[in-house]
């Protein structure tokens, strides 16, 4: 099907501005800053107002350094799951608040505390530091179970883009190291191929709102040549996908990166695990948030909560 007609308005501006952003020869942290004020604005207009939950920053030591991690509560009683959630951006650009709804509003739907990870950005930080962030805040969460609140044993992660990436490479950290024990994974529009080997990343009619160039300069930014064929960097490209969580992949039909989701269902079921792909027809990159816009925006926003709240409950 074509794109959904109330998308056209949106792509149309996100063309429109490439053409007035900061080149490349700008510093880092200015071009973050300019792109950074036209998410804050995108997070307030296409999103649905967040459902109340409590919200609480909290302060995560990594290495000599800290990170935060943010958490939405929904107003239940109880010891509830867990789920930890890292933001896309292309590894170099998102600000937790640019996920607030996302977050609360599956917090509330899910029945779960959801931790959203404000790991640090490339090219200051490249690959693997924000894939060990998100470990450490996985562990952090388990290690602070009690004060938090939340059931150590119902835990799950996920992400959207390039945080998706790193939710699919901490769930393989976490396998590899044998702790903690993770019940699900929600991989949103992921980018699991930095080699950008699968085809639909070169179908120019994919590429209205993130291009080829653009994830190539995205990954030129977060990891080196060298390491982009380690499975922590590129999953779809690990030898061994066995023992993995069982998977929840969401895809968009007009999105480079679609065939990337679909190949790592494809692995993950001829490895003996449980993975569910779906491809969200008229759709394109990043749209999945546009739940004030699109009516299929909430329905796969439901379809995340509905997958965990039944994971969580089948572990009961």
């Known amino acids: 099907m074509p794109i959904l007609p109330e998308l056209a308005p949106m792509v149309a501006r996100v063309n429109a501005a490439r053409a007035h952003l900061p080149d490349a020869s700008t510093p880092v942290a200015e071009r973050r800053a300019v792109i950074h004020r036209g998410m804050d604005q995108r997070a307030g207009s296409v999103a649905l107002p967040a459902p109340p939950t409590t919200t609480t920053d909290h302060r995560v030591a990594v290495d000599a ?3 935060t991690v943010r958490s939405y509560r929904p107003h239940r009683h109880g010891r509830l799951a867990a789920h930890v959630y890292v933001h896309g951006g292309g590894w170099w650009l998102g600000e937790l608040q640019h996920r607030d709804a996302v977050c609360a509003t599956l917090a509330a739907d899910a029945g779960c505390v959801v931790f959203s990870v404000a790991h640090r950005l490339a090219p200051e930080h490249r690959f693997p530091i924000p894939v060990c962030d998100c470990y450490a805040a996985l562990r952090w969460v388990v ?29 393989m950290l976490t396998r590899d190291s044998g702790r903690p024990h993770l019940l699900a994974q929600v991989l949103e529009i992921p980018v699991l191929d930095l080699t950008m080997s699968q085809p639909s990343v070169h179908e120019a009619a994919g590429a209205v709102v993130l291009t080829g160039a653009e994830l190539a300069a995205n990954i030129e930014q977060y990891c080196d040549a060298g390491d982009r064929r380690h499975p922590y960097a590129s999953p779809l490209l690990a030898d ?9 992949i969401m ?20 490895s003996g ?7 969200w027809a008229g759709h394109v990159h990043g749209s999945h948030e546009m739940t004030a816009v699109l009516e299929s925006a909430r329905a796969w926003q439901a379809r995340v909560a509905g997958f965990l709240r039944d994971r969580y409950a089948a572990s009961r």
């Not at 695990?273 to 491809?279: L, Q």
């Open 240 to 248: 061994d996908l066995a023992g993995l969580p069982p998977a929840l």
């Open 143 to 171: 290690d602070n179970a009690d004060a938090l609140g939340v059931d150590a044993a119902r835990l799950s992660i996920g992400g959207d883009s390039s945080g998706a990436n790193l939710a699919a490479a901490t769930a």
């Open 251 to 270: 895809t968009a039909e007009y999105d480079i990166l679609r065939d990337e989701g679909a190949a790592y269902g494809r692995r993950l079921s001829e």
């Open 65 to 67: 350094e800290h990170i």
């Open 273 to 279: 695990g449980a993975a569910e792909v779906v491809e």
